[in-house]
T-cell receptor, first 111, second 114 residues
Framework: GQNIDQPTEMTATEGAIVQINCTYQ??????LFWYQQHAGEAPTFLSY????GLEEKGRFSSFLSRSKGYSYLLLKELQMKDSASYLC????????????FGTGTRLTVIP | DAGVIQSPRHEVTEMGQEVTLRCKPI?????LFWYRQTMMRGLELLIY????????DSGMPEDRFSAKMPNASFSTLKIQPSEPRDSAVYFC????????????FGDGTRLSIL
């Protein structure tokens, strides 16, 4: 089976740094994705990790440790527009593109 | 470039009625996915297609749900008969083949069954 855990909610201050954690237990592993979803909108792709380590993309970075079944999304220089849900998703080992999503972390950025 | 297009954006209907949701994937994408999103269960995969062929429908809740992909540019998700517990946001997503290729989501259909 697939089990993906994220905190339900987080609050952070504008300009600060926030780390959103994701742990997973899946029958196989072939990559981990992070998506951003604003309220009432579609999820949009943020980052992808398949090897251990840190991937940096501007203000956003994502880290993966396969041995620990752990990932985090790091958001720097928070802006009000970063208030959204952040979804962690794992692709299984079949090589197909289907993803298993966590329930998401709702981030609120306050002034 | 046009993204994934879903219709309708909103649907309100009475229980027992048939509901049909539509999706046009991004041209050239050979994978198409149907998801359901609720507050309680998050984003759940219902079914996905590869080159118009259903590959895994294990997420379809029951026989009331069916999905088709008659050609590379169109897919439908049908619920018959609909029930109030089917109320959710239904997303369609598509992706090309490739390990690093992310899924691109449509804007979703917000379905309310009264």
């Amino acid at each position: 089976g697939q089990n993906i855990d994220q905190p339900t909610e987080m609050t952070a201050t504008e300009g600060a740094i926030v780390q959103i954690n994701c742990t997973y237990q899946t029958s196989g592993f072939n990559g981990l994705f992070w998506y951003q979803q604003h309220a009432g909108e579609a999820p949009t792709f943020l980052s992808y990790n398949v090897l251990d380590g840190l991937e940096e993309k501007g203000r956003f970075s994502s880290f993966l440790s396969r041995s620990k079944g752990y990932s985090y999304l790091l958001l720097k220089e928070l802006q009000m527009k970063d208030s959204a849900s952040y979804l962690c998703a794992v692709r299984d080992q079949t090589g197909a593109n289907n993803l298993f999503f966590g329930t998401g972390t709702r981030l609120t950025v306050i002034p | 470039d046009a993204g994934v297009i879903q219709s309708p954006r909103h649907e309100v209907t009475e229980m027992g009625q048939e509901v049909t949701l539509r999706c046009k994937p991004i041209s050239g994408h050979d994978y198409l996915f149907w998801y359901r999103q609720t507050m309680m269960r998050g984003l759940e995969l219902l079914i996905y297609f590869n080159n118009n062929v259903p590959i895994d429908d294990s997420g379809m809740p029951e026989d009331r749900f069916s999905a088709k992909m008659p050609n590379a540019s169109f897919s439908t998700l049908k619920i018959q008969p609909s029930e109030p517990r089917d109320s959710a946001v239904y997303f369609c997503a598509s992706s090309p083949t490739g390990l690093v290729q992310p899924q691109h989501f449509g804007d979703g259909t917000r379905l309310s069954i009264l």
